[in-house]
């Protein structure tokens, strides 16, 4: 070697050292972001994955015959895109460490086959186990979190599936936010599915590892399972929304354990509940009954709705369900009227159950394609046994929705009598509660919280608009009132101040003598406010709760904006 190549050896191996050193604290030191706020998943993920429906039985063949379905069949144009190989594509690992993928059943290897969906504008998927071992006994990823990213990088992955067999008892949480980590470094966004069948509570910390989280048990095909897992899924619906979201499993639509009732109950119920619509069926050989649930182009609309929020049950009468979520379209409502019961009945949805204004709605099944006209107040259909009615609500009043000015301008004494006689729109900043609390309080009013003692906050602000009057908590929070079944309306704007911007989220419930009449979803600070008009004739108890949500505890200011109630004068 001469003295030159020597220095010049020297001189590349200092700029390599210095490259590492500048390299590896920016990779290891920076705070991780939450997967929820990269941008991956601002809505459910779509797509297709092998195993429901083929198990082991995986293959080049069927992944490019699948690809090409989802797009003969239209499915990519409303809106499916990820093709995911669940278990069984791995068989060993090389002597460097890396994955070797079974080269009988993917001859063309994995880079070919990501190449080949690419082209056909869908991504690719894959599933790995965070153990040592894969569900089915092939080789997991554990030690070889980075590595296995940047070979699925290198590849063309566009969205991981980790699964939890031989996890040795490690720390979920943990261990899921090392492969965000190992993700995230390879620089291509990539989806990440947690699957750890609802344990330990991965509504807890899912969203800050990765864009959804199973909440339950394996599905099966079959109706009582179905049953149990909406159930299971329904109430963890505070810890959905854009960026992250509960995952009840895949889709078995189609693969004939349950009638088309049945599947369109499953696929409506997914759509309410915010589900990512992972299909699992034989996508090359569809029933039209199965093309028909799987393309239904408005419940997927109402899926992928970017407002986000997943349903709740709004009433429930011996198991005879209505569900109900809250659109971009704040004069909108996704409703499904659900009997999971063996006759046929009668559900009613009122207005008032699912927080829109009362007076005319117009009604569309989102099943039939049809409009059901415009309606006052409540809309009532025959639902067969284990079925589902998908609605879509749209008040016509909308704009209504504030009340009128004041007859007589509130003019409260201290000890406001509740409805004062001459006082026929009082705020309820002007009236006495019963019960008063909330968290870094007390109850401001007319003022924000301002997370220190009372009279601290700011004028209430929701987006550009200033509020005289109304109430100012910090979740969790609880207010009461006595009405004495003298008032029939309730209104206010509700959000989070403006002072948290971007920061903060709660929920909102409105409770009319221990009954749920009305809850927000999981609104976020800067989101537009949400009018709230509701009928509360002979209302005594009127309880108005902020709840958390448990992953965005600070900054949660939320806002009763010029909240009031309509009394009628003795
Ligand atoms: C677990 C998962 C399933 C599937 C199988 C594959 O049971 O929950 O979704 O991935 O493993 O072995």
């Known amino acids: 070697m001469t003295t030159q190549t020597v220095r010049t050896t020297l001189l590349f191996g200092a700029i390599l050292m210095l490259a590492a050193i500048c390299y590896l604290p920016t990779q290891f030191n920076s705070p991780a972001a939450r997967a929820r706020d990269d941008g991956v998943a601002r809505t459910p993920p779509m797509g297709w994955n092998s195993w429901n429906r083929f198990g082991c039985n995986v293959s080049e063949k069927l992944i490019k015959n699948t690809a090409d379905s989802m797009v003969a069949s239209g499915m990519r144009d409303v809106g499916y895109q990820y093709v995911v190989i669940d278990d069984c594509w791995q068989v060993s690992r090389d002597p460097q460490g890396t994955i070797v993928a079974d080269p009988r059943r993917f001859p063309s290897g994995m880079a070919a086959l990501a190449d080949y969906i690419h082209a056909r504008g869908l991504k690719f998927g894959l599933y790995t186990d965070a153990g040592s071992r894969t569900c089915q006994g092939r080789p997991g990823s554990l030690g070889h979190e980075w590595q296995d990213a940047a070979t699925y990088a290198a590849w063309g992955v566009d969205y991981v599936k980790v699964d939890w067999c031989y996890n040795a008892g490690l720390d979920a949480a943990r261990q899921y936010a090392l492969f965000r980590d190992a993700l995230a470094a390879t620089g291509r966004p990539i989806a990440l599915s947690i699957c750890t069948w609802g344990t330990p509570n991965p509504w807890d910390w899912g969203d800050d590892a990765g864009h959804l989280w199973r909440t339950t048990r394996d599905i099966t095909d079959r109706w009582p399972i179905l049953l149990q897992i909406i159930r299971e899924n329904a109430v963890r619906a505070y810890a959905g929304g854009p960026g992250g979201w509960n995952d009840p499993d895949m889709l078995e639509v189609g693969n004939g354990g349950m009638t088309t009732v049945e599947y369109r109950t499953h696929f409506s119920m997914w759509a309410m509940m915010a589900a990512p619509l992972i299909t699992g069926n034989d996508l090359t050989r569809m029933s039209s009954a199965t093309r028909d649930i799987l393309l239904n182009h408005e419940v997927i609309a109402v899926d992928q709705d970017s407002r986000g929020t997943p349903a709740l049950i709004v009433h429930d009468d011996n198991n005879l369900q209505v569900w109900s979520r809250p659109l971009e379209d704040p004069s909108t409502r996704a409703a499904a009227l659900f009997n999971p019961t063996d006759k046929s009945a009668a559900i009613t949805v009122r207005w008032s159950d699912i927080g829109l204004a009362p007076g005319d709605a117009l009604v569309r099944d989102l099943w039939a394609h049809a409009d059901r006209g415009v309606v006052a107040d409540s809309f009532t259909a025959t639902v067969e046994p284990h079925g589902t009615i998908m609605l879509k609500i749209t008040a016509q009043s909308y704009v209504a929705a504030t009340l009128p000015d004041p007859v007589v301008p509130p003019a409260p004494p201290a000890e406001a009598p509740v409805a004062n006689p001459n006082v026929r729109y009082p705020y309820l900043s002007d009236l006495t509660p019963t019960f ?58 509700i959000g989070l101040d403006a002072e948290v911007g971007q920061h903060g989220a709660a929920v909102f419930q409105v409770w009319a003598d221990g009954a749920l009449i009305y809850d927000s979803g999981v609104l976020h600070g800067g989101m537009t406010p949400v009018p709230v008009y509701l009928n509360i004739p002979g209302v005594h108890e009127l309880r108005l ?3 958390p949500v448990d992953w ?4 949660a200011h939320a806002d009763w904006a010029g909240a009031r109630v309509a009394c009628s004068v003795e």
């Open 545 to 547: 709760v902020v709840a």
């Open 552 to 555: 965005a505890t600070n900054y």
């Open 436 to 493: 008063a609390d909330s968290a870094l309080g007390p109850v401001e009013l007319n003022l924000s919280n301002g997370e220190g003692g009372a009279g601290d906050g700011h004028p209430i602000t929701l987006g550009d608009t200033r509020y005289a009057k109304g109430l100012g908590v910090h979740a969790p929070a609880d207010i009461r009132y006595d009405l004495g079944g003298a008032c029939t309306d309730f209104a206010a704007d």
